[in-house]
């Protein structure tokens, strides 16, 4: 049988140590397959808004989705025209 294929998305702040650390569990009880992709602040930082088309797409193909942390003070804003 073919691994499972998971979307990760780590997010911003802690969210890529917590990602690392929850691969690793997962990667101890089996087998499976990830695809990384900038979401929220980061995603901000490197393509201008919190999820891409891409990343959406790359989610609804997986066999699942694993969402670290986002936010922090660099992205938080009240004004509607922002990512």
């Known amino acids: ?22 691969t690793r569990v997962l990667d101890a009880v089996g087998d499976f397959e990830y695809d990384e992709h900038a979401f929220g602040g980061a995603a901000i ?3 201008g808004a919190p999820l ?7 989610c609804k193909a997986a066999d699942a989705v694993l969402l670290a942390a986002v936010g922090g003070p660099k992205w938080d804003s009240t004004d509607p025209a922002a990512p």
């Open 45 to 47: 930082d490197a393509h």
């Open 1 to 22: 049988m073919a691994p499972y294929r998971i979307v990760t998305l780590p997010g911003d702040g802690i969210g890529p140590e917590i990602l690392a650390a929850a």
């Open 52 to 58: 891409t088309d891409d990343a959406v797409a790359a």
